[in-house]
């Protein structure tokens, strides 16, 4: 049997998601927990794998990993993992089929926290613009080598929520490396009458020219959900810890 496991967690105390040695990481404890309770013997023997792999300081409400098992599981088994578990928060499981793999999804959906202070609202939306669509996105993330730079990144939503913090929500089936931080960086220098939009322009027009706008801080996003044509069956008495993640995410970074 294959399951896929949806979880939120508060990225501030990880070493990032991708497991490491000798470090804690949110892969390397969910491991940890599954092998504990004798749900897979070991990632490889249960082909474990993630839907993002996020970076040191992200947090996530969203998302997913699979694996396969001989033992059948429940959505109540989840609040047992749980109890093993500091600031990772499983609370929702599917049966998948055979060949599911996480990180063929069909949408995933960031958010960055932000404050208003001074920023230009309107410049600030006008470079949000520029990066919906189809681009090379060379001068704003980490290319890895064997990774093609073009992305498409379908909509971006800016909306002012309570003590003037404001939060970006990027959606695209996949994203690069730093893309949405490098994204972020741009847009506020925008925003911040630092930077003409029109360099952006350019930036993402002329991938062969290297630019660096900067990167913003990894405290400040969140990979809200990985989206798949499923249904996952969810633990309503666990699912209300996503607002408390979300509490702990903004008052770290806004008091």
Known sequence: ???????????????????QPNVLTV?????????????????????????????????AFGNVVAFNTMKRMEVDDLKDLNSDL????????KHVSEG????????RWYRYYMRVDDLDTNRFLRAAVLFTGTHDFSNFARVEKHRSPVRRIENIVVEETENDVVTVDFFAQSFLWQQVRRMVAAMEKVGMN???EKRIEYALTHGEERVDFGIANAESLVLVDVLYDIDFEVNE????CLK???KRIVRSLFG
């Open 244 to 246: 408390e993640i979300e």
């Open 27 to 59: 892969e390397g404890e969910i491991i940890r927990v599954l092998k504990e309770n004798n749900i897979i013997s070991s990632a490889k023997e249960s082909v474990f794998r993630s839907a993002s792999r996020t970076d040191k300081g992200v947090s």
């Open 86 to 93: 500091n600031d990772i928060y499983f609370y929702g499981l």
């Open 1 to 19: 049997m294959r399951y896929a496991l949806k979880f939120t967690y508060y990225g501030k105390g990880f070493h990032g998601f991708a497991r």
């Open 100 to 107: 599911f793999y996480p990180r063929y999804a069909r949408m």
């Open 237 to 240: 008495e666990v699912s209300g």
């Open 194 to 196: 630092a930077l003409d």
